[in-house]
């Protein structure tokens, strides 16, 4: 089994049945690279867009196939949400063999305690955004977000997509990545000696002093142009990036 002895790591695919490369991509990897792995772990956007577990696309049903099958082939496969959706819940989820993680999660990986981040909140630099963020994600939010019709729901998140995009287009690239000192607090506070995410579409591995230790991050690649993930074993973690 290719996987075997191996922890994978995926974010931000952002899977919609208008780029079927992707998606095509994503289901030979599952394939190829993670059956038999010890887990893979998908850090959000693992959608497009994601209104409710009533979403439609021939992508969602065909991702959960593929997904479920990992699982009951014994590889258990985590799921933490991300900025595109964070609407995904239990139903899903459990269609898809998938344990919801809360963002963040520490894990301990082949001995290493490591957190796990979507990546989002990293971005700290951005007020508008995290704004933007504690409303929509506030608890009260969400339960009436899952009231609405799903009609209602994509426009709401087309608009919010737009909305964003131009903001976007208006933002310093500094503010649109992390924050190093928020970085160094999260890696702190959470007494880990490594952080793996993904959101900013940088992928690279890098290097924070924290109180005079060294600790990494990874940064897991999107799949738009190209593809890839970031995968740990009990020697350590390495990147891969391929071209789409
Ligand atoms: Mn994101």
Redesign the pocket.
């Known amino acids: 089994m290719p996987g075997a002895g191996r922890t994978f790591f995926v974010a ?1 695919l952002h899977l919609t049945d208008e780029r079927p490369a992707a998606t095509g991509r994503f289901f030979r990897f599952l394939e190829e690279d993670v059956a038999g792995a010890d887990a893979l772990y998908i850090l ?2 693992l959608f497009e867009a994601w209104t409710g577990d009533d979403h439609d696309e021939a992508v969602a049903h065909d991702t959960a196939r593929r997904l479920k099958a990992l699982a009951d082939a014994g590889t258990p496969v985590y799921f933490m949400h ?3 959706d964070f609407m995904l819940a239990a139903r899903y989820a459990g269609r898809s063999g998938m344990t919801l993680l809360a963002d963040p999660a520490r894990v301990d990986l082949y001995g290493v305690p490591t957190l796990l981040m ?3 909140t990293l971005c700290t630099d951005d007020t508008a955004y995290q704004r933007f963020r504690r409303r929509v994600r506030h608890p009260a939010t969400l339960a009436l977000l899952r009231m609405l019709p799903q009609a209602l729901r994509r426009r709401l998140a087309r608009q919010a997509r737009a909305g964003s995009q131009a903001a976007k287009a208006e933002k310093p690239a500094e503010i649109m990545d992390v924050n190093d000192a928020e970085v160094v607090r999260v890696l702190r506070e959470r007494q880990v000696g490594r952080l793996i995410h ?2 900013t579409h940088r992928p690279a591995r890098h290097v924070h002093a924290v109180d005079g230790r060294e600790c990494e991050r990874w940064v897991v690649p999107d799949w738009y142009a190209r593809w890839g993930y970031v995968v740990c074993d009990a020697g350590g973690c390495s990147l891969r990036l391929e071209n789409l």
């Open positions: 931000d959000g956007d991300g900025n595109r979507h990546g989002d993904g959101h």
